[in-house]
Each structure stands twice: as structure tokens, then as C-alpha cells.
């Protein structure tokens, strides 16, 4: 597992997913990390409300750098190279932050 972060096919690997990245509730704010969910609603033209698809049921802000990206509602995505920010407006809430160097996927169910 000491090669997993620096894999370029990490975001195909299941053993990866169910094993190397930290619950975003682990996360500190502003530290970089690889996340994992199922996409609940859109929240506004960049975020989208999900949930962890390990761990317990949290609802996520997952904030995007593109307008309207093309999230399915109910589909399960793979982030990586996000950041765990904060909320100015809700100090509870968890927030992942997507860069222009971070990468999405879709998983096929």
C-alpha cells in the first residue's frame, strides 16, 4: 500500500478505495486527500451535496471548479487530489474542495 498515492490507475482500484483514503471526517481542514461517494443533489452551479460510500451516512459540500459539472444524481463518483476546507456559513458542515488539478470519475454500478 506504500505506492497507492502515487499510482496512476488508483481511481480503478477497489482494494485502494476500501482501504487508503481517510473518512473526510478525519480529514483536517486544508489537507489534500481522495474521496469517494455517491452524488445526493446538486446544491448550486458549482457544489453538489454527496455522502462517503464507506463509512457512516454524512452528508459532504463538494465544491467544484467548473460550472455544472456533469455529476449524476445517485452515481457514485471517485475524487482525488481534493482538499478538506470549511464552511464560512456552517462551521458542522464537511467540505471538499476541488481544484483545477483534481480528477473525478464516474464508477459504472
Not at 6 to 26: F, G, R, T
Not at 74 to 93: A, E, F, M, T
Request: glycine residues 6%; negative net charge.
Amino acid at each position: 500500500y506504500d505506492n497507492c498515492r502515487h499510482c496512476n490507475v488508483k481511481h480503478l482500484c477497489d482494494v485502494y478505495w476500501a482501504a487508503i483514503p481517510p473518512a473526510v471526517a478525519e480529514v483536517s481542514a486544508d489537507d489534500w486527500f481522495d474521496f469517494e461517494g455517491r452524488i445526493l443533489r446538486q446544491n448550486g452551479t458549482k457544489s453538489w451535496f454527496a455522502e462517503p460510500v464507506v463509512g457512516p451516512p454524512t452528508e459532504v459540500l463538494v465544491r467544484t471548479v467548473e460550472t455544472d459539472a456533469p455529476f449524476p444524481v445517485g452515481g457514485r463518483v471517485r475524487l482525488l487530489g481534493v482538499r478538506r476546507s470549511q464552511d464560512p456559513d456552517d462551521d458542522d458542515r464537511l467540505v471538499i474542495a476541488m481544484v483545477a488539478t483534481s480528477e473525478w470519475y464516474l464508477v459504472a454500478s
